[in-house]
């Protein structure tokens, strides 16, 4: 069995993406949840290696989650999905234990490559928060500045590896 994937979305159509991209990607066991009380009663079962969040749920705002997800799952990857272009928003992210901070719309190959290389570096998920961002250049102030590049690097390979496709 694959890594434990925990899709948050209230989109099921946002959801559904995510999980096909992620299929193709790697061996994952996937959940799903539209809101914060259709995942609690999930996580009492399955314990994630890795959460997509969005932000903004019907029940509960995705930083208050993530919160909680840290807390209960420290070595968890919790990715944060969001609209909201906003430097206070991705500060409140990291503070709440996000490893990475997406902002929609994004490439999805561009984040499976994000996905990838988190899991390939246990030993830097929280010294800093990755950012994959496609006009959010106000966002990079909460970012390690080499991250950044990296996080720059992944987008333009991901575009370059469409392009040729």
Do not use: W
Not at 19 to 48: C, D, N, Q, W
Not at 53 to 79: C, H, W
Not at 86 to 94: E, G, H, R, S, T
Not at 146 to 155: A, F, H, N, V, W
């Amino acid at each position: 069995m694959g890594k434990k994937v925990i899709i948050v979305d209230d989109h099921p159509a946002n959801r559904k993406l995510l999980y096909f991209a992620l299929r193709t990607g790697g061996e994952y066991e996937f959940h799903e949840a539209g809101s914060a009380a259709e995942l609690m009663p999930l996580i009492e079962k399955v314990t994630p290696d890795l959460a997509l969040l969005d932000i903004e749920l019907p029940d509960i705002d995705g930083l208050t989650l993530a919160e909680k997800l840290r807390k209960q799952f420290p070595k968890a990857i919790l990715v944060m999905l969001s609209v909201l272009d906003n430097p206070d928003v991705l500060k409140k992210a990291f503070e709440a234990g996000a490893n990475a901070y997406v902002i929609k719309p994004y490439n999805l190959r561009a984040v499976l490559d994000l996905i990838c290389r988190l899991q390939s570096a246990p030993e830097d998920l929280f010294t800093n928060m990755r950012l994959l961002y496609n006009n959010a250049a106000s966002l990079s102030l909460y970012v390690n500045p080499q991250k950044r590049e990296e996080d720059s690097q992944i987008e333009e390979d991901s575009q370059l590896k469409e392009a040729s496709s």
